[in-house]
């Protein structure tokens, strides 16, 4: 029995260890969420992750200790660790009272390493080792960035966490996002990673707050597009009170590609799958809906869909179906890169097998 244990671990690290190298872009929960799905898969995962959060717990470590938000970073780093499940409650304990009230753990301990480190992304680097993480989490940039926000009626706002809430205020659109300061050089790893990748993925996650602010880091768009990768946005199931009210898909993607040199999209993954009216009556009272496809303008774009029932229910909210969305992912890699390359065939059947046996679990 023993021995079969460990035939069944030397194989499925076999299958995922030179498995294709993914690079998944954003930020907040869309990105932790879609990272469980694709670490089953491959341990070739890079998440380039924004770092203009100044809001809750990150913002205040970012304004008392002077480093980079880490919210976002635990989080990708929490859904690629390989630990006991106590590790990530560790990691996500919030504290209850006293002077941390509302803190996480998991920010403190990487705040704490950057300070042994004596950098940002070493830091980074030391708390996934601890963790056993699963491929690469990066920060986009090691720049300070704050995030600002140009609405329809020239109103001018900054900061992250304060873009939803003014928006709601003014109740104009958003017409740009953009960074200060405006030239913030990316991490040159995150650079290579893109440039390397087999697929890139954008979303899912909130579009202004989450997803633009990584391409408009200087290069980061460009080495999108002369990445030889399939690009592949992720839509978001419901629009999103305080940036996203009324927008269809392809207004999201318009909105990626105006901020990001027309950076190019080869396929949106969107939702197709039933919601419970429980939980749309629950989102309309934020005036939130399901995204609309508007299918023929997409089409013109030259962007070919894929749909599918992604739709998963956590605590009351909405979430992507991870185990789903990671299967549309790698069966799409299978198909427009592995099958067509014949030194990669071995890579093509093992994920193959992978597919096979997780439709059977």
């Known amino acids: 029995m023993k021995n079969n244990s460990i035939k069944n671990l030397l194989h499925e690290k076999g299958i995922i260890s030179g498995g294709p190298k993914v690079v998944a872009i954003g930020g907040g929960t869309g990105l932790s969420v879609l ?21 809750g717990g990150s913002g205040v470590i970012r304004e008392d200790m002077g ?12 859904s690629l660790a390989n630990t006991e499940p106590i590790m990530e409650q560790l990691m996500q304990y919030r504290f209850r009272e006293g002077a941390l009230k509302g803190q996480s753990f998991g920010n403190l301990f990487i705040a704490a390493m950057n300070d042994i480190c004596g950098s940002f992304d070493a830091a980074v680097k030391e708390v996934s080792s601890v ?18 926000a140009e609405f329809e009626d020239g109103t001018i ?22 960074l200060k ?12 990673e893109i440039q390397e990748a087999d697929v890139i993925i954008l ?19 460009k080495a999108i597009n002369s990445s030889g990768s399939i690009k592949i946005y992720v839509s978001n199931l419901m629009t999103q009170q305080g940036e996203t009210i009324g927008y269809s898909l392809s207004e999201h993607i318009k909105a990626i590609r105006d901020h990001g040199n027309m950076v190019l999209i080869d396929y949106v993954i969107a939702n197709t799958g039933k919601i419970p009216q429980v939980l749309l009556e629950k989102y309309k009272m934020e005036d939130a809906s399901p995204v609309l496809i508007d299918y023929d303008i997409i089409t013109d774009m030259g962007i070919k869909i894929l749909e599918g029932d992604f739709v998963s229910i956590e605590n009351g909210y909405l979430r992507h179906d991870f185990n ?17 390359d014949k030194k990669r065939l071995l890579d093509y059947y093992m994920i193959n097998g992978k597919l096979r046996k997780n439709r059977r679990n």
Request: glycine share 6%; proline share 7%; hydrophobic share 40%.
């Open 203 to 221: 979303g899912p996650g909130s579009l202004y707050t989450s997803i633009i602010p990584n391409i408009l880091v200087k290069d980061i768009a």
């Open 131 to 148: 963790l056993a993480v699963t491929g690469k989490v990066l920060p986009v940039t090691l720049e300070s960035v704050v995030l600002y």
């Open 67 to 78: 480093i980079l938000p880490p919210g976002d970073i635990r989080n990708c780093i929490v």
């Open 35 to 55: 990272l469980r799905g694709l670490k089953k898969y491959t341990s070739n995962i890079t998440a380039i992750v924004t770092v203009s959060d100044d809001g």
């Open 157 to 178: 706002i900054k900061g992250e966490s304060q873009i939803p809430i003014k928006q709601q205020a003014l109740n104009k659109k958003i017409r740009k996002v953009f």
């Open 324 to 340: 789903e969305l990671a299967e549309h992912i790698f069966k799409l890699i299978n198909e427009e890169k592995l099958q067509k």
């Open 181 to 192: 300061p405006g030239n913030c050089k990316p991490l040159p790893v995150a650079i290579k």
